[in-house]
């Protein structure tokens, strides 16, 4: 079985241009560092999705999507992880150069994928809970109270984690085994916290294990848990999604 060389998939990385990209899909207008436009994964008429060139990422905050050139791709076409690779491949100009391997190391490299897809589909629960649900205003007051405001706390993609199984059940829902879910400590860990101690109310923010990590270019692929707070109201717990 034939798989693109390491080395070329970092220079596809280092070459593609998230701008010029997504400038293909989307009409862009500068903002500061970023630029600014109507979302192609929702329908929307004011302007909540951005891009940074500096950070090589995308973000909308209506929807929550979000990630590198590669993600772009992967959503806006439809492709698996090689298919965005080809795609960006020839965009940009990159010749690919491919070589055999095993089934067992495809098998790991298709799951650790899976993983991150995971892994971002509850990163943006999260958000989505802390921003758009009552359960998040007690979580969103605390932030401003620390000096949090809603730009930064997006940009470091704070999330708010109300507890319970709902996030686990929904992943197995949509065909994800019960050991890959448990192996996202972001998604079983939040849980646990609020069982084993809802009679402590918490909140929470990276620090050492446990919450979604982003790589330098955006893309998820860790998690870490979190240093506790107690501020005396909230039952659930809020959680960075990035270290």
């Known amino acids: ?74 959503k806006l076409e ?10 960006l491949a020839k965009r940009f100009g990159v010749e690919l150069e491919y070589e055999e391997i095993s089934p067992e190391a495809e098998q790991a490299r298709k799951r650790k994928e899976r993983m991150n897809q995971l892994l971002e589909r509850a990163t943006v629960f999260y958000e989505r809970v802390l921003w758009e649900s009552d359960q998040g205003a007690f979580a969103r007051e605390y932030l401003a109270s620390r000096g949090l405001g809603e730009e930064v706390s997006k940009q470091f993609r704070l999330g708010y984690a109300p507890g319970g199984p709902t996030l686990a059940r929904r992943a197995q829902q949509e065909g994800y085994a019960r050991d890959e879910v448990c192996s996202v400590k972001a998604i079983c860990c939040m849980g646990s916290i609020s069982r084993a101690r809802r009679s402590r109310k918490r909140i929470a923010r990276s620090s050492s294990r446990g919450t979604p990590m982003s790589s330098h270019c955006g893309r998820l692929s860790s998690s870490r848990s979190s240093r506790r707070w107690a501020p005396r109201s909230p039952k659930d717990t809020c959680a960075s999604s990035r270290g």
């Open 1 to 74: 079985m034939a798989r693109i060389k390491d080395s070329s998939v970092e220079q596809v990385k280092a070459t593609a241009e998230i701008l010029p990209l997504v400038e293909d899909y989307v009409r862009l207008r500068k903002a500061g560092g970023t630029y600014k436009g109507l979302c192609p994964f929702h329908q929307e008429k004011t302007p909540s999705f951005t891009v940074s060139p500096a950070r090589g990422t995308f973000k909308c905050f209506g929807c929550g999507e979000g990630g590198d050139a590669i993600t772009f791709v992967e």
């Open 78 to 87: 439809q492709v698996d992880f090689v298919g965005a690779i080809e795609s």
